[in-house]
């Protein structure tokens, strides 16, 4: 039997976990009705997101009602359902951690995945790789869940005018493209000629008035060019309402080197308020906004990773994994003892410098695995 101090402990966690998980339903909603703003010029994309805010409300009752039941289902899925890639950037963690002889799903098993999730209620999934268009039928499946938002990390260079023409009206795919700064950046970690291929590309999105987005990894040198105001205007000017952050995270050897400075980290979310006020877009920072609503969100507490190969992991980051939905279904994963055990420690998982907490602790997160 347990103690009264253990039962209160317990207790006290549980309180723990179910005002974050207002907080984190609530900034959901806020984020949603923040895009709702930036789309208002655009009939289709605004009613769309209107029904989204919808949809999401309803989902997280879904959530609840799991909870209630003792399952806990987090409202966000990473999704890396490919580890091939047309590119070979530099410091790519993908490819460093990433060398998996499994097979990748079939095109049925992620949509099973996916019609999983929904049930669930989970209402947004990220869709990563690898590069994730070069798996086509990944834009055939996102069209049959409208419910879901799914943000699409790729390098862009696979949007061809056919994808366009999908695209137009499928709201809920969101493309999300990958750049480093301007073209002597982007072209020094991604390949000559990337840069000036992407804006054509970004040009013809723009004139298809599709919704869109940018992912900016951050790092010590490109620090400056990154968080630009003018930089940040040019993309704005050119549709992009919803910026990603993200601090570059160590995994391959010799790039330590590049991880932000504690003074350009507390810079970066003060560029990044700077942003919010001036423009009518979104402004992410990765892991910044984490720790500003109580956290690291791995381990399901506010999203989980599904790899390419059908593991369940607690993030990108960490492809560690006790369950695969070769043999699981979703639900039964979500639940699993390895991701227990990292959602109830999660006060060890501070901000740290190098981006993802997990990875500068994966040590101790290898040593949780072991113990199952």
Request: glycine share 6%.
């Amino acid at each position: 039997m347990l103690s009264e101090t253990s039962a209160e402990m317990i207790a006290e966690e549980d309180n723990k976990d179910t005002r974050f998980r207002k907080i984190l339903n609530e900034s959901l909603k806020i984020f949603f009705k923040d895009a709702l703003k930036t789309t208002l010029q655009n009939p289709i994309q605004a009613y769309y997101f209107l029904r989204t805010i919808r949809w999401q409300k309803k989902a997280a009752r879904v959530r609840s009602s799991w909870e209630q039941q003792g399952i806990h289902v987090p409202p966000i899925m990473i999704f890396s359902i490919t580890n091939r890639c047309n590119l070979h950037c530099k410091g790519c963690y993908n490819q460093a951690l990433r060398q998996s002889p499994q097979e990748e799903m079939s095109a049925e098993k992620m949509e099973s995945v996916i019609a999983e999730a929904k049930d669930l209620g989970i209402s947004f999934v990220i869709i990563g790789g690898g590069e994730p268009l070069v798996r086509e039928e990944i834009v055939d499946i996102t069209e049959k869940f409208p419910e879901i938002i799914f943000l699409v990390f790729t390098n862009g260079l696979l949007i061809d005018d056919d994808l366009l023409k999908k695209l137009k009206g499928q709201n809920n795919f969101v493309p999300v493209i990958s750049l480093e700064g301007l073209e002597e950046e982007t072209d020094g970690r991604r390949g000559a000629g990337v840069y000036k291929r992407l804006q054509n590309i970004i040009k013809k999105i723009k004139g298809k008035r599709i919704f869109w987005s940018v992912s900016l990894t951050v790092t010590q040198s490109n620090f400056d060019a990154v968080t630009d105001s003018q930089f940040i205007q040019d993309l704005y000017n050119l549709g992009c309402k919803l910026f990603f952050f993200v601090e570059y995270t160590p995994i391959r050897e010799g790039t330590e080197d590049w991880i932000l400075t504690e003074e350009q980290r507390v810079n970066l979310l003060t560029r990044r308020d700077l942003f919010r006020s001036k423009f009518k877009a979104l402004f992410i920072a990765i892991p910044g906004d984490e720790e500003e609503i109580g956290g690291c969100l791995s381990a399901g507490r506010g999203f989980v990773h599904i790899s390419a190969e059908g593991n369940v992991e607690p993030c990108p980051f960490a492809p560690y994994s006790d369950t695969n939905l070769r043999d699981f279904s979703l639900k039964d994963a979500l639940q699993s003892e390895f991701l227990r055990a990292i959602r109830q420690n999660h006060d060890q998982l501070h901000e740290t410098e190098g981006g993802c907490a997990l990875w500068v602790k994966r040590a101790w997160v290898r040593s949780l695995l072991n113990t199952k």
